[in-house]
């Protein structure tokens, strides 16, 4: 396919009824209307194709975007501060993607960061009600609220917060914990919620439901300087205590990063001018890192039938999808200069033989490039194309 053949399909490309949209203040209007068909579909079969570990990630991407759109959101937090955000449920471990949320804009009933957290979270994992798992999100989620609802639903989760949130205990609070040492903590219980706070690199606030309070690990620490005399054998490392929380919780946060770097590889797609097409080949790029995530953990790490490699990348997994996916179609122009091109020593070397290609003879295509008119059913199949039996094969293919 050339460029210019891709170009005219991308812009015809469409996955709804543009006639029948409802416009804005309609009944029955939706944001993410011109791919909700797309939302429906892949959005079944990545929660059905995999099933959750233990420890889930929720965590927010952005999607680059080129242009000015009204979805488009500023994050001066984050490395891309201007782009398409989107909500994922990951696993920790190896960074499936089971769920995605799109955010379009603001509901009417969002007056609050902790409300836009609440509802994003308990739509992520509607659907695992009851089975204890553990749930990892950053301060923009967690929240008092959030985690005593996840607990009557049957789930546990971590993560750290903003100690200034409607809950969280007035003792813990900076103004009277006062300056801590580095790995000094203090925790408070209340049922299964704790909370703590501690000091790493700056004061964290934690709240957490799925670790008891007073268990301490050691993290990594800094190394130390070289000695007196130079002598690189004196660097030591040690360790710094933490509370369970913060260990748990950096140990599993990492499900949607993990995602995110397998899905920046290699991706497919071009800018356009219209919003929701970034939208589409963000799910293609991730239906295909989950496709890829399914392989390898279904083969325990060991490469599939075939390859003779000694690791099978993503990068080997796209271009083997990208093969299947073609087949054997080949253009008849392309096919000629391929033919031409690549085979031109030893055509017989690379599978190319004169057979029998069907019962109805078909112009052989080297006589029709001389301006001649010859059938025949005999030809090339790795070619698909019909030759004579005389001379035209070896001619052909030169």
């Known amino acids: 396919m050339t460029a210019r053949r891709f170009e005219k399909l991308n812009q015809n490309l469409h996955l709804c009824d543009r006639l029948s949209e409802p416009t804005k203040g309609e009944l029955g209007y939706d944001g993410l209307y011109k791919i909700r068909p797309l939302l429906d579909i892949v959005g079944s079969t990545m929660w059905e194709a995999y099933l959750p570990n233990r420890s889930l990630t929720v965590d927010e991407c952005a999607i680059a975007t080129k242009g000015r759109f009204s979805p488009t959101q500023y994050m001066p937090s984050k490395p891309l501060r201007k782009g398409l955000r989107v909500w994922m449920l990951c696993d920790s471990r190896s960074g499936y993607c089971h769920r995605a949320r799109l955010y379009v804009g603001k509901m009417s009933d969002d007056a609050t960061t902790s409300a836009v957290g609440h509802r994003v979270v308990t739509s992520l994992v509607r659907g695992l009600e009851g089975r204890y798992h553990h749930l990892f999100m950053d301060s923009f989620f967690t929240s008092v609220p959030l985690l005593q609802r996840l607990l009557q639903d049957g789930l546990y ?41 501690t000091r790493d690199a700056k004061m964290v606030s934690c709240l957490s439901s ?17 000695g ?41 797609g071009r800018p356009c001018k219209k919003w929701w097409r970034y939208f589409l080949w963000f799910y293609v790029n991730l239906c295909i890192v989950n496709a890829y995530i399914i392989l390898r953990e279904s083969r325990s790490g ?40 690549r085979h031109a020593d030893s055509p ?25 008119r010859h059938e025949s059913v005999f030809g090339c199949k790795i070619c698909n194309v019909h030759l004579c039996r005389g001379g035209c094969f070896s001619e052909f293919h030169k």
């Open 348 to 372: 017989l070397e690379y599978g190319h033989r004169l057979e029998r290609m069907s019962e109805r003879s078909r112009r052989c295509r080297n006589c029709t490039n001389k301006g001649l």
């Open 157 to 197: 989760a971590c993560g750290p917060t903003n100690p200034n949130r409607r809950g969280y205990p007035d003792a813990l609070k900076p103004r009277n914990v006062g300056k801590l040492a580095p790995g000094e903590f203090y925790q408070c219980q209340r049922g299964n919620l704790v909370a703590t706070v």
């Open 210 to 226: 799925n670790s008891a309070p007073g268990i301490v690990g050691i993290g990594p620490g800094k190394r130390d300087g070289e």
């Open 302 to 341: 060991a490469p599939p039938a075939g390859f003779n490699g000694k690791e099978f990348t993503q990068r080997h997994f796209r271009v083997r999808l990208a093969q299947q996916l073609i087949g054997d179609y080949q253009g008849a122009r392309g096919m000629e200069r391929a033919a031409r091109k």
């Open 228 to 268: 007196s005399d130079g002598d690189c054998s004196s660097l030591s490392s040690f360790g710094i205590a933490r509370p369970l929380p913060l260990l748990l919780y950096q140990e599993n946060m990492r499900g949607v990063d993990l995602c995110d770097q397998l899905r920046e590889c290699y991706q497919v």
